[in-house]
Structure formats: structure tokens, C-alpha cells
């Protein structure tokens, strides 16, 4: 008898080998939740229980010199990823499109959702206190399961229907831009900062 686990999608873990980078990071990005006012005004608009750039600021490698550090990393680790994956890109590199910082409240979440538009997406942890929720990712084959049993609590990850990753401080994940996530509300007592960034 013959079993093949088949239509695999690849989830890439590492880290980002830095402390001083991932301090400086911090630092920047309660300095945007302070003084990006744009950012906290959408933040409020839209029910994010915090504050993101994620709609104001288009720049942030260009803007400070710890987010273009930040990068010149994270193309190593997409490049990596992308070879891994076996993507056929044309004998070009992934190009990264967007970039931008989160800092969620105690007890803020973020519901499902896909990133558009791209190959690849991705978080960076900067700060991540006990309790805070992990990354929830969801099998994009759920809509069509039907009466399919749930699986036993023993399964291994690849045959559960959502699988969750504990990040620490300078943890780095990424996947492929269509695979729906989202972060579980937590416990935690402090912010939760995280770098999300899409590669095209």
C-alpha cells in the first residue's frame, strides 16, 4: 500500500540573528505608533485594535535605516524560500512591495485574511510578550471538505485543519500570499510588535 500526502504548501521559519537590529525596530515602531497620525486615524476607522502603517507609510526602508537593514535579511530569507517552494520565477528575484509595522494592543487580534497581489507574505516578531497569539493558519481546502471527520488530536500538522506558530522575538515566517491567516486575540499584558511585509 501506497500513501502520498500530496498538494503540500511550505511554511519557512527562522530568525532574524540581530538583537540590536530587532531593538532598533522596536524603537522605530513605537515611534511610528506615536507619531503617525495617519496610521492610528485608519487603525480607528477600520477596528484594528492598535496601531499598523499599513495604509500611511509606503516607505519604510527608505524612511529608516533599521527598516533598510531589515530587508537587506529578509530578501535573503524570501530568496531561500521561494527556491525551497521550487517556484519558477523567470530567472528573476522576488521583489519586495509592501512593508509595514503592527503594534497590537493587549487583547487585540487580527482576523482571517490572504494578501493579494503577491507571492509571498510574511511577519517579522519584534516583540512578543507572554501570552500574545500566535499566527493561526488555515487549509485552504476547508470550503470543500464537506462531511469530512475532524481529525484526531494526535494528527501531525499537515493533517489538521489549522495549524498555529508561537513566534519569539526575531522569528520570521513566511507563505505563500494565498494562504489565509490571522492572529487569535491573547493574553497578553503588552504590545505586540510585528513587521509584515509582501514579496512580488
Known sequence: MTIRNLFATPFYEGTIDDAGLIAELDHSCRSLARDDRAGRQWARDHHYPGYTSYASLADLPARDPAFADLKRHLDRHVRAFAEAAHFDLGGKKPKLDSLWANVLKPGGGHSGHIHP????????????PPGAGPLKLEDPRLPMLMHAPSRTTDAPAEAQAFFYAAPAAGTIFLWESWLRHEVPAGAAKSERISISFNYS
Open 117 to 128: 497581489h503577491s507571492i509571498i507574505s510574511g511577519t517579522v516578531y519584534v516583540a512578543v
